[in-house]
Structures are given as C-alpha cells and as structure tokens.
Nanobody
C-alpha cells in the first residue's frame, strides 16, 4: 500500500552536496515516520537518520550529524535528505523506509529499492 521510491542519487566530488527525495507511489507517507538508511558493498546496513510522522522530531547517526538534514513536505508527499560536505565514506546505496520513528531498521515495514550515491576524492 505504501511504496517508497527514492530519487536524486548520483556522483559528486568530496565536499559537494546532494539532496535525495523519498515519495510514495501508493498510499501517502503522511502519518508515518520515515527513516533513511545506507549500505556500502561488503558492509552492514546502517541508519542515517529519521523523521517523525509529524515532522516535529528528527534523529541522526553520529557520523552524519551536522552535515545531513531530514525534512518533509506532506503536501508534496515527499521526505528529503539534504547531504552537505559529502565524504568518500558516504558512498553507498541509500534507502528510505516508512514505519515507526526509530534508528532501528526493524521498526520499518515499507522500503524503497535504493538510490546510489558515489562520492569521489
């Protein structure tokens, strides 16, 4: 019913910025928390951050805090991940997911298929 779809990935040089978008091709994302996660080849999936269903609360993993910002615009059925001062270690496939507000992936039920972010040195 809720079908998240990510967009906005690409190749950027270190120090640059990208903005990812997450929309739903099915039921809207409103009244659902949205989390962002990433996975690099050969590594475990890790949380990036999350935003509550109302947009009133956000949380971030330590490695991105101060550089990444999550926001949402329910009128546009979109959640954003603004990434600034990108580093090569940010290279990964980025996923958005809808569910309960948490940095734990087990709290999310609806997942997108991911978008590639590559940061060159």
């Amino acid at each position: 019913q809720v079908q998240p779809v990510e967009s906005g990935g690409g190749l950027v040089q270190a120090g640059g910025s990208l903005r990812l978008s997450c929309t739903s091709s099915g039921r809207p994302l409103d009244r659902l928390a949205v989390g962002w996660f990433r996975q690099a080849p050969g590594k475990e999936r890790e949380s990036v951050g999350a935003i509550s269903w109302s947009g009133g609360d956000t949380d971030y993993t330590n490695s991105v805090r101060g550089r990444f910002t999550i926001s949402r615009d329910d009128a546009k059925n979109t959640v954003y991940l603004q990434m600034n001062n990108l580093k090569p270690e940010d290279t990964a496939v980025y996923f958005c997911a809808a569910g309960g507000f948490s940095l734990d992936s087990a709290h999310y039920y609806y997942w997108g298929q991911g978008t590639q972010v590559s940061v060159s040195s």
